[in-house]
């Protein structure tokens, strides 16, 4: 087990930055997701820890101790694959057992056997171990793969898209199998995914990367309910969160934030007012989450008049499109009911869940 | 606007050893200004069906109507159909607003109708910015955009779309979902849409044709499909999450219930079910029901015994797994829960929520 370190890591290829001043610090046995979308630099990130490539700057460290010095075999860490890369002409008990029997490993035949028993209790596939892949399920290819991967005793599991390409169903079942070995495994885990539901469903902590630079790093909570910028609030959530040019107006002793025609306005959360009047302007980016906005009721929530844009119903929920002068909002309902096109309708929105954001950097208010 | 019916339409291809049946006898009926979406997995025969609506495949037998005539021996282009295609086909030397003009100039429409129908396609799909751009400069999205502008343009009597949306990611999925769901309400274009995306059909469709192995197992609306699957199939295909489909043996103990393998708990039934199921006595039948029709509870205990197996808090709604006698049950929760793995949880089903089916025949019991 190790905790890893990442110190003002970079690299670049040729012109592109594909890595920008990466600093971050995995915890020991921390389940760690790096979410991003393609092209971001996750599969690098992970490269770099699995020493396969080198940073054109900075350092990464396991254990406090540096770590670029040694090749990708001398640092015992171990990847699992999407594809699971299992040889398909060898049983489960040997695919496990073939770390174990590189050259240069000095194991005997018995002390082989009883590591790979070990790992297939613990990831409960004790009964495949005499079959062959093309036997087995996909939740039994995914724990052999693992079981591989864990045999040796790796300080760092690193796992690369591993449920990209399954189909919507699987990949919702392979989800739950994996979180379910979570605590199974007990390893330092980096697990890379463009899909911020496996962030959600697995991570301790989620690193959220894009264009080579690190968004943010938080748990789950902060990353979905404090987003640290407009990047990270669209990143996380379906439908995306709604973000809306808007201006800070005083109206009396109250802060409202308002789109331009005026159709949309909140009143400014109580935390936000301070940083709310250190803006340079008065423009802000104002952010609802769809869950936070409902179909009106005389609650005395905020309200927003528009037309329905288009309602599309997917059994018990519905995405409902408003458009409100210039701008469009989008609210999750748990309601199923008529809505037609272009016909009136009055959303109510959670004032208590706004968000705001500069401008212009993006930055979240409630970080300022 | 026209209608489409398509009467025991058959495809069949001459295989190496025997004859491929891809389309069984599917019969269908598209109304006026219809959405109707071709559902199911691949290979399932939905795309030989709609390319045999547009003329691009021959039909072995039956007979496809477009407006009331019969258009089998008609070629794509004296069919009055738009195509949109998944790999969008755009000439990559020509601009987007040559791209979708190209037909119409083609047949010798006059400039200016030409430029009249070309502004108002480009509003309607919000390209009216990228006109002069070649396809090599789009977006995935923006090329999805023109393919539809391209076959809109011909106002034709009927819109087919195959799988335009499937190279886009999540994203701009919903995005292009919501612009579909608009523009048809608007111009109400008889549309057929093929996809293998239940999502899509949700969303767009009027009505869904969900295929498998070449015939239509079920054509209803999305809330009838939805709500009555009518086989094993069409249950388990429809719904995100999927719905949950476990073995419960059917019992006689002061009247016909169901119970969990391996479990104590006997489920009771109202007198309707008890009825139907009375043929299936002393044997196992799958049962289904939604992750949203499953109540739980960690302290009242007069529920279905069953133990967590993983929860994933998903952000705007959570999934809790539990185990009940060794079958895994999704049940749908806020997206934050205290909960452990192996903690006990009892569950409750919503008695409108479960769906029977015949063990043999795969069909639902009703």
């Known amino acids: 087990m190790a905790r890893v370190t990442l110190a003002g890591v970079s690299k670049k290829y040729g012109k592109t930055q594909a890595l920008d001043n990466i600093s971050l610090d995995v915890k020991d046995r921390e389940f760690l997701v790096i979410l991003g979308p393609s092209g971001a630099g996750k599969t690098t990130l992970l490269n770099l820890v699995a020493g396969v490539i080198e940073p054109t700057a900075g350092e990464v460290f396991f254990d406090g101790e540096p770590v670029g010095h040694l090749e990708a075999n001398q640092r015992n860490v171990a990847m699992a694959f999407e594809s699971y890369a299992l040889y398909p002409n060898r049983t489960v008990y040997e695919n496990i057992a073939f770390p174990l029997q590189a050259p240069g490993r000095k194991l005997s035949a018995q002390e082989i056997d009883q590591k790979v028993k070990k790992v297939a209790e613990i990831l409960g596939i004790t009964h495949v171990l005499e079959h062959k892949p093309g036997e087995i399920s996909n939740g039994q290819k995914q724990r052999t793969s693992l079981g591989r991967a864990m045999v040796r005793n790796p300080r760092v599991l690193l796992l690369d898209e591993p449920l990209s390409h399954l189909d919507a169903k699987l990949r919702h079942h392979m989800r739950t199998e994996l979180k379910a070995l979570q605590s199974v495994l007990n390893t330092t885990t980096l697990y890379v995914t463009h899909d911020y539901l496996e962030a959600l469903a697995l991570a301790d902590r989620v690193a959220v990367i894009n264009h080579g630079k690190l968004e943010q790093l938080g748990t789950r909570d902060e990353v979905f309910g404090r987003p640290a910028n407009t990047f990270v609030a669209a990143a996380l959530g379906q439908p995306e969160i709604n973000l809306v040019a808007a201006t800070v107006k005083a109206e009396g002793t109250e802060l409202k934030v308002a789109s331009e025609d005026g159709l949309i306005s909140l009143p400014v959360p109580a935390q936000l007012k301070a940083a709310v009047r250190a803006l340079p302007t008065a423009s802000v980016t104002l952010g609802v989450r769809p869950i936070h906005a409902e179909l009106a009721t005389d609650d005395g929530r905020p309200q927003v008049h528009g037309h329905v844009y288009a309602f599309e119903r997917f059994g018990t929920k519905g995405i409902l499109t408003v458009t409100a002068g210039q701008n469009r909002l989008v609210a999750l309902l748990d309601k199923d009911q008529a809505l037609p096109v272009n016909a009136p309708v009055t959303l109510g929105l959670d004032a208590g869940e706004l968000m705001l954001f500069h401008p212009e950097t993006g930055r979240n208010l409630a970080y300022a | ?366």
């Open chain 2, 1 to 366: 606007m026209a209608e489409l019916l398509l009467r025991n339409v058959r495809k069949t291809y001459e295989g190496r050893r025997a004859p491929v049946h891809a389309v069984k006898g599917i019969n269908l009926e598209c109304r006026d200004g219809e959405f109707i979406a071709l559902l199911g997995l691949s290979g399932c025969g939905k795309s030989t069906t709609l390319r045999m609506i547009a003329g691009l495949e021959t039909v072995t037998s039956g007979e496809i109507l477009i407006g009331g005539r019969q258009v089998n021996d008609l070629h794509p282009s004296e069919r009055n159909v738009g195509l949109a295609f998944e790999t969008y086909a755009l000439y990559p030397p020509l601009t987007v607003a040559e791209n979708i003009t190209f037909h119409l100039r083609a047949k010798g429409v006059p400039a200016a109708e030409v430029g009249r129908r070309l502004q108002q396609v480009a509003e309607i799909m919000d390209i009216t910015g990228i006109l002069n751009l070649k396809p090599a400069g789009l977006s995935g999205g923006e090329k999805a955009r023109v393919s539809l502008a391209r076959a809109l343009i011909r106002e034709p009597g009927v819109l087919l779309m195959d799988e335009p949306l499937s190279h886009l990611d999540a994203r701009l999925r919903f995005k292009m979902r919501t612009e579909l769901k608009h523009l048809h309400v608007e111009a109400k274009t008889t549309s057929i849409l093929v996809t293998h995306d239940q999502l899509d059909a949700m969303a767009l469709a009027d009505r869904i044709a969900i295929m498998n192995n070449g015939v239509i197992e079920q054509f209803g609306t999305p809330a009838e499909v939805y709500e009555r699957p009518v086989s094993l199939f069409v249950a388990s295909f429809i719904g995100e999450p999927p719905m949950n489909l476990f073995s419960a043996e059917v019992v006689r103990e002061q009247g016909i219930g169901l119970r969990i393998p391996g479990l104590q708990y006997v489920w009771r039934l109202s007198a309707d079910r008890q009825e139907k199921l009375a043929p299936y006595v002393g044997r196992t039948i799958k049962a289904g029901i939604r992750p949203e029709h499953i109540q739980f509870s960690f302290t009242d205990s007069s529920g279905i015994p069953a133990s967590v197996f993983v929860f994933e808090p998903l952000g705007e709604e959570g999934h809790l797994t539990a185990k009940a006698g060794g079958q895994d049950l999704v049940v749908l929760t806020p997206p934050v829960l205290a909960t452990q793995p192996g903690q006990p949880v009892y569950l409750t089903f919503a008695s409108g929520g479960l769906h029977l089916f015949d063990p043999d025949t795969t069909m639902a019991i009703r």
